[in-house]
């Protein structure tokens, strides 16, 4: 099982990045995949999850508006479109997995936790 994240790298401030997350030795179908960001000194912390059985997606309101998840459930990879990147953005980017077809949905109240598998993470630097 491996999660691959891809498309970090630098940009200025108000730039955009998409990051990728491919998942291998799953079956992509039936997974709630999530981005989160470490920033350093930091905990790490949810930006967005989709569940791809039914397309549903929840994004943190500190990049709703910005950020854009999306996932074709026949297809890997998971996209996080960001768009008006600021410095505060800047952070390791980690995407997480695990599977979920129905009940409690736990990515708000268990956190990273939740999620069984896990990238290495790609790094976004945003610069002013």
């Known amino acids: 099982v491996q999660l691959v994240e891809s498309g970090g790298g630098s940009v200025q401030v108000g730039g955009s990045l998409r990051l990728s997350c491919t998942t291998r030795?799953?079956?992509?179908?039936?997974?709630?995949i999530a981005w989160y960001r470490q920033a350093p000194g930091e905990e790490r912390e949810g930006v967005c999850v989709?569940?791809?059985?039914?397309?549903?997606?929840i994004i943190d309101d500190s990049v709703k508006g910005w950020f854009t998840i999306v996932s074709d459930p026949a297809k890997n990879p998971v996209f996080l479109q960001m768009t008006s990147l600021k410095p505060e953005d800047t952070a390791v980017y980690y995407c997480?997995?695990?599977?979920?077809?129905?009940?409690?949905?736990?990515?708000?109240?268990?956190?990273?936790?939740?999620?069984?598998?896990w990238g290495q993470g790609t790094q976004v630097t945003v610069s002013s």
């Open positions: 997480g997995a695990t599977y979920y077809y129905s009940g409690a949905f736990e990515h708000e109240t268990s956190g990273p936790n939740w999620y069984r598998y």
């Open positions: 030795g799953l079956t992509f179908a039936d997974l709630a």
């Open positions: 989709i569940t791809n059985s039914d397309g549903s997606t």
